[in-house]
T-cell receptor, first 114, second 115 residues
Framework: AQSVTQLDSHVSVSEGTPVLLRCNYS??????LFWYVQHPNKGLQLLLK??????LVKGINGFEAEFKKSETSFHLTKPSAHMSDAAEYFC????????????FGAGTILRVKS | DAGVIQSPRHEVTEMGQEVTLRCKPI?????LFWYRQTMMRGLELLIY????????DSGMPEDRFSAKMPNASFSTLKIQPSEPRDSAVYFC?????????????FGQGTRLTVV
């Protein structure tokens, strides 16, 4: 079975400082991993996805994530937070062996202070 | 492509009434998912289809919920009778299975309020 644990329900940073949103996954096979972002009252938008080609994945809006198999982690980072980054972020795992369905973490709400 | 299209965007109904949510997936996608989002439970997978066939409906909360996909371009999620605890945002998503690491594309959601 697959599962995702987002280690922080809320993260608060100041504008211009780094962002770190933590995610650990569990999957019995080689998973696909994603980060989605949801702004208030909006749908879900893909930030980035992990392919087996590279462990460091670059996404939109300056976000990156690093796949670490030994740690079963896929943490999301950004060097410098912007006010527009304030949103809820979801770490997601899927596996073709489980029918491609996405299993979502509980979400991390990112607050950016001016 | 216009993306995944859901209708209506908002629905307010009285307890006991039937509610039908609609979804048009992205053309060519062979997977379709229905999710429900609430503050208490986050995002829950209700059911998903592959090539119009339901694969896993274990997330459907009760017999009051049913979903159909009569063809590759349309799916419905029906609640009958509706209850206040069904109030949530319902998302439809679609994906294409034949690509590696394929992501799901989400609609804008239907915000359901049952009073």
């Amino acid at each position: 079975a697959q599962s995702v644990t987002q280690l922080d329900s809320h993260v608060s940073v100041s504008e211009g400082t780094p962002v770190l949103l933590r995610c650990n996954y569990s999957s019995s096979y080689s998973p696909s991993l994603f980060w989605y972002v949801q702004h208030p009252n909006k749908g879900l938008q893909l930030l980035l996805k992990y392919t087996s080609a590279a462990t460091l994945v670059k996404g939109i809006n300056g976000f990156e994530a690093e796949f670490k198999k030994s740690e079963t982690s896929f943490h999301l980072t950004k060097p410098s937070a912007h006010m527009s980054d304030a949103a809820e972020y979801f770490c997601v795992v899927s596996d073709l062996r489980y029918g491609n369905k996405l299993v979502f973490g509980a979400g991390t709400i990112l607050r950016v202070k001016s | 492509d216009a993306g995944v299209i859901q209708s209506p965007r908002h629905e307010v109904t009285e307890m006991g009434q039937e509610v039908t949510l609609r979804c048009k997936p992205i053309s060519g996608h062979d997977y379709l998912f229905w999710y429900r989002q609430t503050m208490m439970r986050g995002l829950e997978l209700l059911i998903y289809f592959n090539n119009n066939v339901p694969i896993d409906d274990s997330g459907m909360p009760e017999d009051r919920f049913s979903a159909k996909m009569p063809n590759a371009s349309f799916s419905t999620l029906k609640i009958q009778p509706s209850e206040p605890r069904d109030s949530a945002v319902y998302f439809c998503a679609s994906s294409f299975s034949r690509a590696m690491n394929t992501e799901a594309f989400f609609g804008q959601g239907t915000r359901l309020t049952v009073v």
